[in-house]
């Protein structure tokens, strides 16, 4: 059994208020919490965009556990359990994704680390009722309870999708994403740099931790007989991938994997901008593996070209794999890298 988080060990101190409830629990999970709740609720869901964490507990939750963008269910709940994630619209994201789920004066509970935003508990709950009680501080993190009392509308996908547009080559591309998505507002630094330096690609072509999308949909535009496969843990990433390359009028096959564990035989080329930040820390783990076992899924002679802060340490990760490394654009804050298989 994975430790506890100091959210969740907090919230263990506060059982009675999950007794004979029907529980829907979602946000950001991180441990086997889910599972100590079992025995004191009369019915329990889980809800995750996370497909690590689904990998992880889909074998003891079962059913109980749902993976996706959007909860898929008619059950009704008189308890939800929001674990705060890093970013607050997602929050708002999953709030009025779980509302229309809940039965009158249902309980609405929030819990968070104290550094990571559960303090705005309040402005939070806001739309769903009177101001919530804060049921207890303990390990640095906070257990805040409302009540749902006021009538909430249907849940619409739609409404939460930001828009905006950039230009590549003289050429308009449409981004579309989720709240809490990776270059969800704006074209970044790192990924602009990335698609300036893009070497000639055909073939099967993967792009890992996909995020919105926005490099696929580029590389499709440029290089119409590139076979993209989009993969990301996040399935609010994945959704708003598929929007995106739809937006363009380009294909791609979308689909989770937790680094390589559902990606199958090698590729051309393998194009990231790979994530190093999870929840309040900053964490490299996934990335180190990505990057130790790309060699192995690189057909030989095809080549890896990431991007990446300059500060980040990754060039002797791919000295070790590759043996060559090209810098091929460094602007002093991000760097692109480019590596071949021998």
């Given at each position: 059994?994975?430790?506890?988080?100091?959210?969740?060990?907090?919230?263990?101190?506060?059982?009675?208020?999950?007794?004979?409830?029907?529980?829907?629990?979602?946000?950001?999970?991180?441990?086997?919490?889910?599972?100590?709740?079992?025995?004191?609720?009369?019915?329990?869901?889980?809800?995750?965009?996370?497909?690590?964490?689904?990998?992880?507990?889909?074998?003891?939750?079962?059913?109980?556990?749902?993976?996706?963008?959007?909860?898929?269910?008619?059950?009704?709940?008189?308890?939800?359990?929001?674990?705060l994630p890093k970013a607050k619209q997602e929050a708002q994201y999953l709030l009025a994704m779980c509302a229309p789920k809940l039965l009158p004066n249902a309980d609405l509970l929030l819990a968070g680390d104290n550094r990571g935003g559960i303090n705005g508990a309040d402005k939070l709950l806001a739309p769903y009722g009177n101001k919530p009680l804060k049921r207890d501080s303990a390990r640095r993190a906070s257990l805040y309870h409302g009540v749902l009392e006021r009538d909430v509308p249907p849940f619409t996908l739609q409404q939460w999708v930001g828009h905006y547009q950039y230009e590549l080559g003289g050429e308009v591309l449409h981004v579309h994403a989720l709240p809490g998505v990776f270059s969800a507002a704006e074209l970044d630094q790192g990924s602009r740099l990335l698609i300036d330096h893009l070497p000639s690609l055909t073939g099967r072509t993967l792009d890992f931790g996909c995020g919105a999308g926005v490099l696929s949909a580029a590389i499709a535009k440029r290089y119409p007989n590139v076979n993209m496969e989009l993969v990301d843990i996040n399935a609010l990433a994945l959704e708003s991938s598929r929007l995106t390359l739809a937006a363009n009028g380009v294909k791609g096959e979308v689909y989770p994997s937790d680094v390589y564990s559902d990606i199958s035989g090698p590729f051309a080329h393998i194009i990231s901008n790979p994530p190093f930040h999870a929840g309040l820390n900053t964490f490299y783990a996934a990335t180190e593996q990505f990057l130790d076992a790309a060699p192995a899924h690189l057909v030989k002679g095809g080549d890896l070209t990431i991007v990446a802060n300059a500060f980040l340490r990754y060039q002797p990760i791919l000295e070790r794999g590759f043996g060559r490394v090209e810098t091929v654009a460094d602007d002093r804050k991000f760097r692109v890298y480019r590596c071949r298989r021998q």
């Open positions: 059994m994975s430790r506890l988080s100091n959210v969740s060990e907090m919230l263990l101190r506060n059982l009675e208020l999950f007794a004979g409830k029907r529980l829907l629990v979602c946000g950001l999970l991180e441990d086997s919490l889910p599972q100590l709740l079992l025995a004191h609720v009369e019915q329990l869901t889980v809800f995750t965009t996370d497909y690590a964490y689904y990998r992880q507990y889909s074998a003891t939750l079962g059913g109980r556990l749902q993976f996706g963008h959007c909860l898929e269910s008619d059950v009704q709940h008189d308890a939800l359990l929001l674990l």
